[in-house]
């Protein structure tokens, strides 16, 4: 809780302590800057360049 204290504090958008957990739980499964997101959160994450251009090639085994 102490940690999370000290992002509320650290953060120069309003948050709630309750809102604060409550999003910061969604945003664990996204990779994005936390600074960033504490600050902007409603700022959409930045697309990973090429994670999805390239595809896998399908060999099946003889």
Request: aromatic share 12%; glycine share 0%.
């Amino acid at each position: 809780m102490l940690l999370i204290k000290h992002l509320q504090m650290k953060s120069t958008f309003n948050w709630s302590l309750s809102n604060l957990v409550a999003l910061l739980r969604q945003q664990l499964f996204v990779y994005r800057d936390l600074v960033a997101w504490l600050n902007d959160p409603y700022k959409a994450p930045p697309a990973l360049e090429e994670l999805h251009d390239a595809q896998m090639a399908l060999a099946f085994a003889d």
